[in-house]
């Protein structure tokens, strides 16, 4: 397989399904965006930065929003205390350099989220994060594939 088939076709459609369920059982697409769009910060990819960027505009993100993304936790009141829990979340799952994610994190997260939404949530970061890798080893420039 080269680089530039990206993934077997049953594959692609369990990840794109995981991916679906999970923002849908979310029930908050904006905030969906941001989660998927922080990951991708995190992971340097380029493909899905490009694709969920235009994807939270229409979803109603505002600018002041994406353009601090990357400083979440300094940017004061531009993200409320939901949406702060949901990337302290998505970072601590990305990153995972503990080997865990935080008992505190996960704390803050159910504090916000009930039990279904928060399964929704972790599942997301987990569905973005292999979307990510898959781009990234496959080296995937932005606009670089259609669906």
Same mark, same amino acid.
């Given at each position: 397989?080269?680089?530039?088939?990206?993934?077997?076709?049953?594959?692609?459609?369990?990840?794109?399904?995981?991916?679906?369920?999970?923002?849908?059982?979310?029930?908050?697409? !904006? *905030?969906? %965006?941001? &989660?998927?769009?922080?990951?991708?910060?995190?992971?340097?990819? $380029?493909?899905?930065?490009?694709?969920? /960027?235009?994807?939270?505009?229409?979803?109603?993100?505002?600018?002041?929003?994406?353009?601090?993304?990357?400083?979440?936790?300094?940017?004061?009141?531009?993200?409320?205390?939901?949406?702060?829990?949901?990337? !302290? *979340?998505? %970072?601590? &799952?990305?990153?995972?350099?503990?080997?865990?994610?935080?008992? $505190?994190?996960?704390?803050?997260?159910? /504090?916000?989220?009930?039990?279904?939404?928060?399964?929704?949530?972790?599942?997301?970061?987990?569905?973005?994060?292999?979307?990510?890798?898959?781009?990234?080893?496959?080296?995937?420039?932005?606009?670089?594939?259609?669906?």
């Amino acid at each position: 397989m080269s680089r530039t088939t990206l993934l077997d076709r049953e594959v692609g459609q369990a990840m794109s399904a995981l991916s679906a369920t999970a923002k849908k059982g979310l029930g908050d697409p !904006a *905030l969906a %965006e941001l &989660v998927v769009i922080r990951a991708s910060q995190l992971n340097h990819c $380029a493909f899905c930065l490009d694709m969920h /960027l235009t994807i939270a505009r229409k979803h109603g993100v505002s600018e002041r929003q994406l353009d601090l993304l990357a400083a979440w936790e300094e940017a004061g009141d531009v993200f409320d205390e939901r949406e702060r829990a949901a990337l !302290a *979340l998505t %970072e601590a &799952v990305t990153v995972l350099t503990e080997g865990f994610v935080p008992d $505190a994190v996960y704390a803050r997260a159910a /504090l916000h989220f009930d039990e279904v939404r928060l399964a929704h949530l972790v599942g997301l970061i987990v569905a973005v994060n292999n979307w990510n890798r898959v781009m990234v080893s496959r080296r995937i420039p932005p606009g670089g594939c259609t669906p």
